[in-house]
Each structure stands twice: as C-alpha cells, then as structure tokens.
C-alpha cells in the first residue's frame, strides 16, 4: 500500500531562518507527490507536486520540495521563512496518474517566531 | 477556497441521527473526494467520486453514504452506524484523469461535526 511519512509533529524556527519539513514515502511504483498547506480552521491549498524530470520542484510562496529516490524523500523547504508560513503542512502521495486515491501524511504543524 | 462550497461551517449531530454534508463545485471538475481530518492523524478518505452517478469507497468508508446524482454536488451523509463521527470534514474536488498541472486537489473550507 502506498504511505508518507512525516516523522515531525512540529517544526520551530526564527523568521528569517531555513525551514524544513520531511517527508518519506512507500510506494511499489513511480510515486506522485505533493505538498499542501492548511491555514487554521481552512481547508488544504495546493503548493507543490512532483511528477517526473527535475528532482528540485519550485511551489507557492517561495517553497521547494526535493525528490529524492534512493532515500525514498521528498522534504519541503523554504529558505528564509515568514511569520505567515505558520501553518499545517501535509505530504501526500498518488500512485500514478491514474489512481485517484491521495494518501495523507499525519501532518507538520510549522510555527515561525519573530 | 477555489471555488468549493461546503455548508454548514459546524454541525452538531445526536445519537441515532443522521447528518447530511453538503458539497457544491462550480469548477467543472469530475471528481471529488470526501476526506476526513481528525489531530494527528492527516487526512483519511471516505469516498471518492470520478463521473455522475459513480462513486468508490475510501479507506474509511464504513458509517457513511455518498451520492451523485449532479457534477456539482457530492453531498456526504453521517449515519448513526458512525460511532466517532466527531471530525472535520473537508470536501475537495479535481479534474478527471489528471495529468501534467491538472492533479491538485481543491479543498473546501471544511465542516466541524460534533456529537451532542
């Protein structure tokens, strides 16, 4: 079955600073993945995928997302973060263009401080 | 929220009743999707729809019922056979057989459901 992993509950850093958030993933085929971000009390926008070619995928809002096959990644980053990047963030993947079944991570609450 | 509108924002449910959620798209999309968002736990998916008049279980399907019967609405009911149904519950919607930038999902605000 496929999986992500986000072995984060919570990322803390200072504005300004890099930030990261991991993901792995379980899949038996290519994998599709995403990244998305939740607001509170807001439903999930969209910020990056990774379907095929490069591995450094640029998003929304200045973040990147690395794939990373012989480690099985796919980290989120941003490299000067905001206030306003404090958010939910999910990983997710889909098993091929085909398969409408998006898996979810557990979730990375993110939270920047001034 | 990209055009998905999920009604009402809170709903309280009471022991043997049924709950109905209602999803609405005006974004032409096929399918949709019926997620359910508990802390720590990401998001989990009760039903899906690809087309009209056709719709799969999820991975938690059990306790709820979905229909189809229009492209714009996907309307999600919580029966009492749901034990937990406390949750949020985010409705999303996407083009059909997604390729290239057309795989994102678009979500909806979302709808708190408590048990009284």
């Known amino acids: 079955a496929q999986s992500v992993a986000q072995p984060e509950d919570q990322v803390n850093v200072a504005e300004g600073n890099p930030l990261t958030v991991k993901c792995t993933y379980s899949?038996?085929?290519?994998?599709?993945l995403f990244w998305y971000v939740q607001y509170p009390n807001r439903g999930l926008q969209f910020l990056l995928k990774?379907?095929?070619?490069?591995?450094l995928v640029k998003g929304s809002y200045g973040f990147e997302a690395e794939f990373n096959k012989s480690q099985t990644s796919f980290h989120l980053k941003k490299p000067s973060a905001l206030v306003s990047d404090s958010a939910l963030y999910f990983c997710?993947?889909?098993?091929?263009?085909?398969?409408?079944?998006?898996?979810f991570g557990a979730g990375t609450t993110v939270t920047v401080r001034a | 929220d990209g055009g998905i509108t999920q009604s009402p924002k809170y709903l309280f449910r009471k022991e043997g009743q049924n709950v109905t959620l209602s999803c609405e798209q005006n974004?032409?999309?096929?399918?949709m999707y019926w997620y359910r968002q508990d802390p720590g736990q990401g998001l989990r998916l009760i039903y899906y729809s690809q087309i009209v008049n056709d719709f799969q279980k999820g991975d938690i399907a059990e306790g709820y019922s979905v229909s189809r019967e229009k492209k714009e609405s996907f309307p999600l009911t919580v029966t009492s056979a749901q034990k937990n149904p406390t949750a949020f519950y985010l409705c999303?919607?996407?083009?059909?057989?997604?390729?290239?930038?057309?795989?994102?999902?678009?979500f909806g605000s979302g709808t708190q459901l408590s048990v009284l």
């Open positions: 974004l032409n999309h096929d399918a």
């Open positions: 990774y379907i095929t070619g490069d591995n």
């Open positions: 899949v038996s085929g290519n994998p599709y």
């Open positions: 997710a993947v889909r098993l091929g263009s085909n398969d409408y079944k998006l898996s």
């Open positions: 999303a919607s996407s083009t059909h057989r997604g390729g290239g930038t057309n795989e994102k999902l678009f």
